[in-house]
């Protein structure tokens, strides 16, 4: 293998780079060229935050190259250090012929805008179809799969009877504390946290201030969950009564409902039809004042019309 370095938070490939993140997106590694089948691991980064992206990373290598992956050191993300995380992701991407990754960047906005539509798209349902995605595109690739391991919450045996019936063919594994049990899963989870810190420190403000202006808002975010106090810190001090808080924030949390009721102006949304018909209901006279705006509109004088 090549020589390992450290990616400094600007440089991992699988960030927005100078850009501000407003719209979810996907990073893939080179397609690898080891013969198959492979096995595959899948794992997250952000699901409880405040701020910031959720990121679901995957990583695959041939189920006949497990024992170099042993030996790489890859394991469960949050009992890792940062430089370790870095150096960890490096490995990833020193071997090509045989170990793949990719992650799908879930923007905040599209968090909010799922929660928040109705009928909503739940976290969860975010969740899997940014897993659903990642392993078909890797199919598409062109890579044979034959066994997936799933870090998962919750019922693990429903979701993982689902996604079987997805990818027939595929031996799916879903369990809690699989990137503790899976080196793959473990390396899946490092591509994930890697690149969700990496957007998080190196956030543009899409919201930003004028040219050449310092940015309103503090790059003191703390760990970005709610029960951070330096989140807590940084909510407090960036909410505008008038624009609520920059598009790092996801909107449908209810630590940002709460501040937002208590510091933010109160608004009244009509749309332009809504306005219409209510300023014609209110100016209606004479015999037109009971009819309802259909039957103005079609000039519908009696049932007799029809």
Not at 97 to 111: F, N, T
Not at 223 to 252: C, E
Request: one cysteine or more.
């Amino acid at each position: 293998m090549s020589e390992v370095k450290v990616f400094p938070a600007d440089a991992v490939p699988s960030t927005p780079g100078s850009s501000s993140l407003t719209e979810s997106y996907t990073y893939h590694s080179p397609t690898p060229t080891a013969p198959g089948p492979y096995i595959l691991g899948v794992d997250e980064a952000g699901r409880g935050p405040v701020l910031g992206p959720l990121v679901y990373g995957i990583a695959y290598c041939p189920a006949s190259w497990q024992e170099d992956l042993q030996q790489l050191g890859f394991a469960d993300s949050k009992t890792l250090t940062h430089e370790v995380r870095s150096s960890l992701l490096s490995t990833l991407s020193s071997d090509p012929q045989h170990l793949g990754w990719s992650v799908r960047v879930v923007s905040p906005q599209a968090i909010s805008s799922g929660m928040l539509r109705r009928p909503p798209t739940n976290l969860n349902r975010q969740s899997e179809e940014a897993t659903v995605l990642l392993i078909r595109e890797v199919i598409q690739s062109g890579i044979q799969l034959s066994e997936v391991f799933v870090d998962a919450l919750g019922t693990t045996t429903t979701y993982e009877a689902y996604l079987s019936s997805l990818f027939p063919g595929i031996n799916f594994t879903v369990t809690t504390k699989a990137d503790s049990k899976f080196k793959i899963v473990g390396a899946a989870s490092v591509a994930a946290k890697v690149t969700r810190d990496a957007c998080v420190d190196g956030w543009v403000f899409e919201e930003g201030s004028s040219s050449g202006a310092e940015s309103p808002w503090s790059s003191e975010l703390g760990s970005g969950y709610p029960s951070d106090p330096k989140t807590q810190a940084w909510i407090k001090k960036s909410v505008d009564p008038t624009f609520g808080f920059p598009s790092l924030v996801r909107f449908s949390w209810t630590t940002i409902k709460v501040v937002l009721e208590k510091e933010a102006h109160s608004v009244k949304w009509i749309d332009e039809g809504q306005e219409s018909l209510i300023k014609a209901f209110e100016s209606a006279t004479g015999r037109d004042k009971d009819r309802c705006i259909v039957t103005k509109d079609l000039s519908i004088r009696s049932v007799g019309t029809f």
